[in-house]
């Protein structure tokens, strides 16, 4: 019998702009590595033609991985590529295996419009992506070289993403709006992570003063032995000051620098057609930074949901403008009354429901997630 996926897409249509489009596949946990990617290549080349999606509308796509990525080979030297004419796309691969027992599940990103997308390679690592309006870089599998402690691979992965954006006219403090942070073992390289990144920060004009950037610190691995930082991260330069705020909800949680963890809760960047909502890796914390609900991984999920649905309600969205979640377990043995819940409350929507330890051991499940609502602005850029 042959292998099958499950495919999930939302789409954000803006009458006469560009549409974004966001879908996830997940093949059956059956058949085998190979199988598997088959199938998830197949349903994910339908998907886009259903969608109407040429070949260069791929931006961005993350296969989260169980095992090495030179298992990825097998499919190709561009996995799950359109075929001719796609061009160069953000790649980012994590070996965070999917849930509750697969070999591979894929997120991807694309955009399309009256306008033609325009991609070129920044530099290594870094794909320069516009269509009339602001530049967008994605920064994807940006690796800790081996024999650096996991502090110094921050150091150099973040020099690398600050040298792209000077490249691209921007800066790190003015145009960096998202980044992820993998790491192979989150228990020994997180404290060093997190001094190097504030540190870095502090050098760049990132401070509480001024902002941080919205982020995911996440037990994944995503460069060879001795790799203990990767980093993915999204940025426009050329953002003006009023496009960008800080998504907060203060009666349900406190600022991550509260307890010296340099990122924001959420951002929201707004264009003269939309607004884009960027949530951080969020947990079951309370307003004073806590803990809620040790050992019910649950009880901790609809608590981190209901957490993201007051990000989102602060910056004038809310859940129904999701455009996909990516769940993090630490425990497989929670998967199967997570996915009940996520079904039963967020059944269609775009999703990855991996493996990966959270930062603190008392966390059981971290949500992150990407919301998009239409929207007119006068006087700001277009997307």
């Given amino acids: ?57 791929a931006i961005f796509r993350r296969i989260f991985l169980k095992g090495p990525a030179a298992r990825l080979k097998a499919l190709g030297a561009v996995p799950f590529s359109l075929g001719p004419g796609e061009g160069p796309v953000a790649l980012s ?21 009256p306008r033609p997308l325009r991609k070129r390679r920044l530099a290594p690592g870094h794909l320069s992506v516009s269509a ?57 390289a997180y404290p060093g992570m997190v001094a190097a990144r504030s540190e870095f920060f502090k050098r760049h004009g990132l401070t509480r003063a001024t902002h941080f950037i919205s982020s995911t610190g996440i037990e994944g691995a995503t460069g060879g032995a001795g790799c203990q930082v990767g980093l993915d991260a999204y940025s426009v330069p050329g953002l003006r000051p009023g496009q960008v705020s800080y998504l907060n909800d203060f009666s349900r949680l406190c600022r ?14 707004r264009y003269a057609d939309r607004s884009h909502y960027f949530i951080s890796g969020t947990a079951s914390i309370d307003k004073a930074g806590g803990i809620l609900y040790p050992g019910d991984a649950l009880r901790q999920l609809k608590r981190t949901m209901g957490n993201i649905g007051a990000l989102l ?34 059944g269609g929507l775009p999703l990855a429901v991996v493996r990966g330890a959270v930062c603190r051991p008392g966390w059981l499940v971290e949500v992150e997630g990407v919301a998009a609502a239409p929207g007119k602005t006068a006087g700001l850029p277009r997307f």
């Fill in 256 to 269: 991550a620098a509260d307890y010296d963890v340099t990122f924001e809760r959420g951002t929201r960047v």
């Fill in 313 to 346: 309600r602060s910056g004038g969205a809310g859940p129904r403008d999701l455009m996909y979640l990516v769940v993090y377990l630490r425990n497989p043995s929670d998967h199967r009354r997570v996915a009940a819940y996520l079904e039963d409350n967020f």
């Fill in 93 to 113: 691969v994590v070996r965070q295996p999917p849930l509750p027992g697969g070999e591979l599940t894929l997120l991807a990103y694309h955009a399309q419009g």
């Fill in 1 to 57: 019998m042959a292998t099958t996926a499950t495919v999930r897409s939302r789409v954000l249509r803006i009458p006469g702009g560009t549409s974004e489009y966001f879908i996830s596949v997940t093949p059956a946990p059956s058949g085998g590595f190979t199988a598997q990617a088959r199938a998830a290549a197949a349903a994910y080349a339908e998907a886009a033609r259903e969608l109407g999606l040429a070949p260069d509308s």
């Fill in 132 to 188: 009339g309006g602001l530049r967008q870089v994605w920064s994807a599998g940006l690796n800790g070289r081996p024999g650096l402690t996991a502090a110094e691979q921050t150091k150099e992965i973040f020099s690398d993403l600050a040298g792209a954006l000077r490249r691209a006219g921007g800066t790190l403090a003015g145009g960096c709006v998202r980044t992820w942070l993998f790491m192979g073992d989150i228990a020994s």
